[in-house]
C-alpha cells in the first residue's frame, strides 16, 4: 500500500496468512530522497500491551494480552491478602495501589475499567536505511537489534506454590544425599588412616546401641579381629561406603 503525505511514500506489508519466514524484501519506489526508515512489528505482539513500571515490577508482567495481565494483578491481590474478609468484593489497595488507582479501597470491575490507562503498545523495532541516488546501484547495511527478554528464572511464589513445594523436597533429598555422601567420605578416610582403631570403635559403638555389650568385656586382641562375627561386621560396614 503506498499513499503520499508530505512529499513522504509509504509502504505497508503483511506476511501472509499463515505467516512463511521472509529472509529478504525489495522495495521499489520513484520517490526522490536519499534515506528511508523500517519499522517492524511481530505477529506475536497482536493482542499483547505493555505494562507500566508501576505496577508490572510488583505483579511480575511487564507485557502480555489483558486477560493474563488482569489474571496477574489479581493473583497479586490474592497473594498479599488485599481482600476485606468481611466484604469479599472489597479490595483494600497497599501503598503500591494506593499509589497507581489513587484510591484507598476499590472493587475488581474498577480495575479492568481503568486498565487501557495502564497500559501502552509494544514499540515497533525501527532503523533509516540510505536509498541509492544513481540509478543501478545498490545499497548493504547491517543493524544491530538490541531485544529485551523477560527474566526466564523469574517466577512468583504466590504462582507457584506446588511448583516450589516439589523443588523444596528434591533440593532437600539431594542435600540429605550430600550429607551421607560426605559421612561416607569421611568414614573411609578414618578407615585408611588406621583401620584396627576404625574398626574396634565402630563395632563398639554398633554393639552399645543395640545393648549387647559393654566396654569391659571387649578385649581386643590379635585374634580378635579373626572371629567370624567380627570379619562379617567389617564386611558389612564396607558394604555400607559403596
Known amino acids: 500500500m503506498t499513499t503520499n503525505d508530505r512529499s513522504e511514500t509509504f509502504f505497508e506489508w503483511h506476511n501472509r496468512a ?50 493474563a495481565i488482569l489474571l496477574g494483578i489479581w493473583k497479586y491481590i490474592t497473594a498479599q491478602k488485599m481482600r476485606d474478609p468481611a466484604r469479599p468484593k472489597i479490595i483494600v489497595c497497599n501503598d503500591i495501589f494506593k499509589q497507581i488507582f489513587q484510591k484507598d479501597e476499590m472493587i475488581f470491575t474498577e480495575i479492568i475499567q481503568g486498565l487501557n490507562q495502564l497500559l501502552s503498545p509494544i514499540d515497533m523495532i525501527s532503523f533509516d536505511f540510505p536509498i541509492p541516488t544513481q540509478p543501478g546501484s545498490k545499497s548493504q547495511c547491517s543493524y544491530d537489534i538490541t531485544a529485551e527478554l523477560d527474566p526466564i528464572t523469574r517466577e512468583y511464589a504466590y504462582a507457584n506454590n506446588n511448583k516450589i513445594s516439589i523443588l523444596n523436597k528434591k533440593i532437600e533429598d539431594i542435600q540429605l544425599r550430600i550429607e551421607k555422601q560426605n559421612e561416607k567420605i569421611d568414614g573411609l578416610r578414618r578407615f ?25 568385656l571387649f578385649d581386643v586382641n590379635d585374634g580378635f579381629y579373626a572371629q567370624k562375627e567380627i570379619q562379617e561386621s567389617v564386611y558389612q560396614l564396607l558394604q555400607n561406603y559403596k
Open 192 to 216: 585408611t588412616e588406621s583401620p584396627k582403631e576404625y574398626i574396634t570403635n565402630w563395632i563398639l559403638d554398633s554393639s552399645k546401641d543395640l545393648h549387647l555389650i559393654a566396654d569391659d
Open 18 to 67: 499463515p505467516p512463511s519466514d521472509v529472509s529478504e524484501f525489495e522495495i521499489k519506489t520513484t520517490a526522490k530522497s536519499s534515506h528511508g526508515k523500517l519499522f517492524i512489528s511481530f505477529i506475536s505482539y497482536t493482542g499483547i500491551f505493555e505494562l507500566c513500571d508501576d505496577l508490572a515490577q510488583p505483579i511480575g508482567i511487564k507485557k502480555g494480552t489483558k486477560p
